[in-house]
């Protein structure tokens, strides 16, 4: 198969599209779902940004090469873990253990596939690759930090009970942590079980979109789907076992949590 071409839509074809975004607002309004406005406002904010982006993508593929990439995946590190950090509110310290987490997960990923030589070198691979791993991270990161903040809450009792026996934070906490991870793991996994029997992910299909042969898309789809089952676990593992040394003081207490602000 030769590549072709890929005619994509005109910015007429974008801003049609808004329909999409008027029947996703037009639920929430008659549902009472209160989410209108944020729907609205997600629409256009993802719209504005992508235009934003693409514009810096354009010079930073053209003039910073590797160093403008490396910036711009610490970029993304640090915003995706005050995104994740979010999600562990009450937790002393949830934004450092989520941007930590996110920060191990994809050097460690990224690394290696350098390292291996499976990606090439340049920005134009690097900054689209280490931003599917950032995501990845971060959800993991979330949703880990998520979970132990309700165990923690919601099993106090429990752990003290275990402390009280003599068990120490780690050996009290632990099936929390792996609760928590386990939680965390299961969309990653879920997702490289039916991959291609349910989807085409979206590496996949948008190189078959650009006309790339199909058994190329599908090696890099299968190295993407094991990069990110890398980077959740790494993601997640680091971001619970910095998690929960902050759940507990030096003497082993569990530290009193506040209650989080439901801002969603």
């Excluded at 562990?88 to 690394?111: D, F, I, K, N, Q």
């Excluded at 599917?132 to 903040?149: D, E, K, S, T, Y």
């Excluded at 099993?155 to 099936?175: D, Y």
């Excluded at 386990?182 to 079980?193: E, F, G, Q, Y």
């Amino acid at each position: 198969m030769t590549t072709s071409t890929l005619a994509g839509p005109s910015w007429g074809g974008v801003t049609a599209s808004l329909l999409l975004v008027a029947v996703a607002a037009a639920v929430a309004y008659r549902q009472r779902l209160r989410l209108t406005r944020e729907i609205v406002a997600a629409g256009v904010r993802a719209g504005v940004q992508l235009i934003a982006v693409s514009a810096i993508l354009l010079v930073l593929f053209r003039r910073a090469a590797l160093p403008g990439a490396a910036g711009w995946v610490t970029v993304m590190i640090l915003i995706a873990g005050q995104v994740a950090g979010r999600r562990g509110v009450g937790v002393p310290r949830a934004r450092t253990a989520a941007t930590v987490g996110v920060a191990a997960g994809t050097v460690v990923t990224l690394g290696a596939l350098l390292a291996a030589g499976v990606i090439a070198p340049q920005a134009s691979v690097i900054v689209p690759v280490g931003g599917m791993i950032v995501a990845a991270g971060m959800q993991a990161a979330g949703i880990a930090l998520r979970r132990l903040r309700e165990d923690a809450q919601n099993a106090c009792p429990v752990i003290e009970t275990r402390l009280c026996l003599g068990q120490s934070a780690r050996q009290a906490f632990l099936p929390h942590q792996r609760s928590a991870l386990r939680t965390a793991l299961i969309p990653a996994i879920d997702s490289t079980k039916v991959v291609g029997l349910i989807s085409l992910p979206g590496a996949m299909a948008g190189l078959i979109l650009a006309g790339v042969d199909p058994q190329t898309a599908i090696r890099y789809q299968i190295v993407v789907m094991y990069m990110l089952l890398a980077a959740t676990a790494l993601a997640a593992l680091t971001a619970a076992r910095l998690a929960e040394r902050a759940l507990f003081e030096e003497a082993h207490r569990l530290v009193a949590l506040a209650p989080p602000v439901n801002r969603e």
